[in-house]
């Protein structure tokens, strides 16, 4: 699962795209997003210090667990459970796009700041349907030429 943050500019706060898959949302964009979150697999140890544990609710003499070092796996890729975080939105190409597609995402954030990121940065004129039911047409973004 792909993690986008697209930082704050002064103007507009930071929010977070969520995707199942990078290329899915950036098949829409002129210039590509990248995962916040790529990074390698990382092992990691942790001391552990001496410390009393209770065998049961009722131990009024709890035993001395001696200190120790742990080894951890940190993985910035890891994911629990299915459910996807924040507000689901779908970007679909309107019918004056050459290319019929559509792709479901959510994210984390303001819808205004959303919208005033994406318009301008598409490759085809494209509808944001958003949770609540509204729609937003972004327009395509500029070529170099103009």
Same mark, same amino acid.
């Given at each position: 699962?792909?993690?986008?943050?697209?930082?704050? $500019?002064? *103007?507009? =706060?930071?929010?977070?795209?969520?995707?199942?898959?990078?290329?899915?949302?950036?098949?829409? &964009?002129? %210039?590509?997003?990248?995962?916040?979150?790529?990074?390698?697999?990382?092992?990691? =140890?942790?001391?552990?210090?001496?410390?009393?544990?209770?065998?049961?609710?009722? $131990?009024?003499?709890?035993?001395?667990?001696?200190?120790? #070092?742990?080894?951890?796996? *940190?993985?910035?890729?890891?994911?629990? +459970?299915?459910?996807?975080?924040? *507000?689901?939105?779908?970007?679909?190409?309107?019918?004056?796009?050459?290319?019929?597609?559509?792709?479901?995402?959510?994210? *984390? +954030?303001? %819808?205004? $700041?959303?919208?005033?990121?994406? $318009?301008?940065?598409?490759?085809?004129?494209?509808?944001?349907?958003?949770?609540?039911?509204?729609?937003? %047409? &972004?327009?395509?973004?500029?070529?170099? #030429?103009?």
């Amino acid at each position: 699962m792909a993690k986008i943050i697209i930082p704050e $500019d002064g *103007v507009r =706060s930071d929010f977070t795209i969520y995707a199942r898959d990078l290329r899915a949302i950036n098949w829409f &964009l002129k %210039t590509p997003l990248a995962d916040s979150e790529q990074g390698e697999k990382t092992r990691k =140890s942790k001391f552990i210090p001496l410390h009393p544990r209770r065998r049961g609710p009722s $131990d009024q003499t709890p035993i001395n667990i001696p200190q120790s #070092n742990a080894d951890y796996l *940190v993985d910035p890729s890891l994911k629990s +459970g299915n459910a996807l975080p924040g *507000v689901s939105f779908i970007f679909k190409t309107t019918p004056n796009a050459d290319i019929e597609a559509q792709r479901q995402f959510t994210f *984390v +954030g303001r %819808t205004l $700041d959303f919208v005033e990121y994406f $318009d301008g940065k598409m490759k085809y004129e494209t509808y944001v349907y958003f949770a609540n039911g509204a729609r937003h %047409t &972004l327009a395509l973004g500029l070529d170099a #030429n103009g």
